[in-house]
């Protein structure tokens, strides 16, 4: 038996089998959890169901968590087909292209801004809204998706990392405010993993040689080890922790300087 048997959790955000949110569904699939899925448009449908019923889900809706009514037809549907909601994992985030490439101040305009805060932030705090009715009573578990951009100027991360901050205030404050309901809130910080969204981000790459050759365990970061330390934080063997930020960076955040493996003394 999983830690995680007899939780019900809805996965917001899988876009293909290497999503990070797609590693988080497998670990709690694995624990015991009974899942459901949304996805964004229609062809990102054509990817998650196949997914879903990979795993046993028989909920995959649509979401666009832009739209306020998508999301209350969302959590609707949901509540027909459950009694109860346990999981949310909040794995959404955009900017458009534009404004990860070049400088800071050269690719942010207020809409790139507006659209980075909606989508990456706010729609937590929607989700969240949508979600309570469903989770009153229980012991419920909102997680999202964090970065170091959030704490450090990351090349070409640019408007997102201001996006990042932003959720992750959003944690702290939803932690504080629906903490006596019983509900937690997390976040993790995951190190850079090739998914789709990440291949938006100019020098990608390089990222991921740099951060493999500076982090303590000589590594990047896999889904696979974000699902297991998400899983861990929405289950009940996490029940003292909320409004924390987890990093699952291989400890990358923690190293102030580090010598190429060539470098002389």
């Known amino acids: 038996m999983g830690f995680m048997t007899g939780k019900r959790a809805l996965i917001v955000g899988v876009a293909t089998e290497r999503s990070i949110a797609w590693g988080i569904a497998q670990a709690m699939h694995r624990e015991g959890a009974e899942l ?4 964004a448009n229609d062809k990102l449908r054509e990817r998650v169901e196949p997914l879903a019923r990979s795993l046993g889900a ?3 809706l649509p979401l666009d968590v832009t739209v306020d009514t998508q999301i209350d037809e969302c959590f609707g549907r949901l509540g027909s087909e459950w009694d109860g909601l346990d ?3 909040h794995a959404v985030a955009y900017a458009p292209r534009e404004a990860l490439a070049g400088g800071f101040v050269e690719s942010t305009s207020r809409e790139a801004f507006r659209i980075a805060h909606d989508v990456s932030s706010y729609s937590l705090t929607a989700l969240a809204r949508a979600a309570l009715p469903l989770m009153k009573g229980r012991a419920g578990a909102l997680l999202t998706l964090s970065y170091l951009g959030a704490v450090r100027a990351i090349p070409s991360y640019n408007v997102m990392g201001l996006a990042k901050a932003s959720l992750e205030a959003n944690v702290r404050f939803l932690a504080a405010d629906l903490g006596p309901q019983g509900i937690r809130v997390n976040g993790i910080s995951a190190g850079p993993i090739k998914t789709l969204a990440a291949a938006g981000i100019a020098g990608f790459r390089k990222m991921l040689a740099r951060v493999a050759e500076a ?14 330390a998400a899983a861990f934080l929405c289950s009940d063997l996490a029940a003292g922790i909320t409004g924390e930020i987890l990093y699952v960076d291989c400890g990358y955040s923690t190293v102030g300087m580090s010598f190429a493996p060539d470098a002389e003394g």
């Open 36 to 39: 459901a899925f949304t996805y």
């Open 58 to 60: 028989k909920i995959v």
């Open 215 to 228: 982090t303590p365990l000589r590594r990047n970061v896999t889904i696979e080890n974000v699902g297991n």
């Open 87 to 89: 999981v949310l994992v």
